[in-house]
Nanobody, 124 residues
Framework: QVQLVESGGGLVQAGGSLRLSCAAS????????MGWFRQAPGKEREFVAT????????YYADSVKGRFTISRDNSKNTVYLQMNSLGPEDTAVYYC?????????????????WGQGTQVTVSS
């Protein structure tokens, strides 16, 4: 069983930055891609970013491209999401997720392990 624990959310003013962390346990972290998703009030959960097993390949949703950076430290079993130039539209609960297989994916249904989520609120 894989456990994922997010941290780093909070309240920030528009234009500010936050870094989310997700600590993973329960399987060989370095063998698997990881992803970040978010869910705003009244909206469906959506893809934000994904990174392959060694951090060499990354993919972002258009809405965050150029502002967010996903990275990972396999020695710490941790994946990060650096969020810059935040705006009110980024307000959401952010979830770390791991897919069933080792390949990265943009498809939410490929992810079977989820963290509890961390709230990010951006004030205007």
């Amino acid at each position: 069983q894989v456990q994922l624990v997010e941290s780093g959310g909070g309240l920030v003013q528009a234009g500010g930055s936050l870094r989310l962390s997700c600590a993973a346990s329960g399987r060989t972290f370095s063998s698997y891609a990881m992803g970040w998703f978010r869910q705003a009030p009244g909206k469906e959960r959506e893809f934000v970013a994904t990174v392959n097993w060694n951090g060499g390949r990354r993919y972002y949703a258009d809405s965050v491209k150029g502002r967010f950076t996903i990275s990972r430290d396999n020695s710490k079993n941790t994946v990060y999401l650096q969020m810059n130039s935040l705006g009110p539209e980024d307000t959401a609960v952010y979830y770390c997720a791991a897919p069933a297989g080792t390949d990265w994916s943009l498809t939410i249904s490929d992810y079977i392990y989820w963290g509890q989520g961390t709230q990010v609120t951006v004030s205007s």
